[in-house]
Structure formats: C-alpha cells, structure tokens
T-cell receptor, first 108, second 116 residues
Framework: KNEVEQSPQNLTAQEGEFITINCSYSVGISALHWLQQHPGGGIVSLFMLSSGKKKHGRLIATINIQEKHSSLHITASHPRDSAVYICAVTGTASKLTFGTGTRLQVTL | EPEVTQTPSHQVTQMGQEVILRCVPISNHLYFYWYRQILGQKVEFLVSFYNNEISEKSEIFDDQFSVERPDGSNFTLKIRSTKLEDSAMYFC??????????????FGSGTQLSVL
C-alpha cells in the first residue's frame, strides 16, 4: 500500500511569492498527479508526470523517482491560486492514492 | 474542454434509503472511476470500471455499493441502504486509458451526499 505524504498541510503566502509544495510516497509508482481542489469541491488535474519536470504557465512540477519525491512550484503567486493542492500516485493498478492535500491561501 | 458531469450536486437522504449518483463521463473515455471524500479527509478510491465490468475496487466498496453503465453515456453509483458514514462528496472520473499508463483523469464536480 502506498503512503502519500504532503507538506506543508497549510500554507499562507503573500501575492507574488514563490511557493513550493512537497509530496513523498513510499512505494514505486507509474505516475504522479498534481490536482487542484477549489472551495466548491471540484477537482482539476494540473499535471501528470513520471519523470523530470513539467511546466504550465506559472506552475512547475518536478519528480525524483529515486527519492520518491515530487514538488509543485507556483511562481508569482496570486490570490486566485488559493485552493487545496493534492498529490496522488498510481502504480500498476487503475486507482489513484491521494495525499492529504495542502491548503494554500494567497493574500494581497 | 470536455467535462465529466455529475448529478445531482447535492443529495439528502434518510438512513437506510437507496441512492443513485449519476455521472456522464467524457464521450471517448473508456475507464470510469468513483472516488469519495469524507469531510476533512483524503480522497479515497472506491471502484474502477472498464469494458462493462469492475476492474478494481477498494475495501470500502462492499455489497451495499454497485456501479452500472446502463447506456452508452451514463455511469451510476448505487448505495443500497445508506448509512450515516456514507455522507461524503462523491467524485466521478474518467480517462481514455488506464490511470497507470500515465493517463490524465478528468473529474466531475462531485455530488455531496448527506445521510440523516
């Protein structure tokens, strides 16, 4: 069973700050997903990666397979980035195993 | 962008009643999933469905739960006799290929189930 841990659990940042959210997992995976959950509850997939680094706008996701660790970075953060960011992993099966999420609040 | 749609957005039911949560996955997707999130807790996997049968289920998905794809578009989750602890947000998701093949999942906006 894969254990997925995220840190920090809560994060408050000022607009414009560079943000990093970390995710570690215990068992080898085939892919890691970064997801965003807004206060209304809906979940949006941000990234899916199995190696290296991906960038989309102000968001960057990296993964180190050997260390079983991934990071999500947000550059020039903005209040609209406020949400819960969730790391989830998948192995050989079809299911995702989710982390507890990181609640991000970006203030003006 | 295509969407996964879920209905209803909120469902209130009495303990012991049957509920059916409905989902319309993205039309060319072949894999379908139900997840749930109890308030304040992690999202948990319930079941995956492919080729008209369950491909994987969690220990949560006991005999009280069932899934069905009654036609070419809908994917439903039925809870036969609801319990208080079934109160949660239920998310439907779909993908073109299996999640383990580096395939992006698309989630619906969820159905908030409240069992009284």
């Amino acid at each position: 069973k894969n254990e997925v841990e995220q840190s920090p659990q809560n994060l408050t940042a000022q607009e414009g700050e560079f943000i990093t959210i970390n995710c570690s997992y215990s068992v080898g995976i085939s892919a890691l997903h970064w997801l965003q959950q807004h206060p209304g509850g809906g979940i949006v997939s941000l990234f899916m990666l199995s190696s290296g680094k991906k960038k989309h706008g102000r968001l960057i996701a990296t993964i180190n397979i050997q260390e079983k660790h991934s990071s999500l970075h947000i550059t020039a953060s903005h209040p609209r980035d406020s949400a819960v960011y969730i790391c989830a992993v998948t192995g050989t099966a079809s299911k995702l195993t989710f982390g507890t999420g990181t609640r991000l609040q970006v203030t003006l | 962008e295509p969407e996964v749609t879920q209905t209803p957005s909120h469902q209130v039911t009495q303990m012991g009643q049957e509920v059916i949560l409905r989902c319309v996955p993205i039309s060319n997707h072949l894999y379908f999933y139900w997840y749930r999130q109890i308030l304040g807790q992690k999202v948990e996997f319930l079941v995956s469905f492919y080729n008209n049968e369950i491909s994987e289920k969690s220990e949560i998905f006991d005999d009280q739960f069932s899934v069905e794809r009654p036609d070419g578009s809908n994917f439903t989750l039925k809870i036969r006799s609801t319990k208080l602890e079934d109160s949660a947000m239920y998310f439907c998701a779909s993908s073109r290929r299996q999640a383990s093949t580096n395939e992006k999942l698309f989630f619906g906006s969820g159905t908030q189930l409240s069992v009284l």
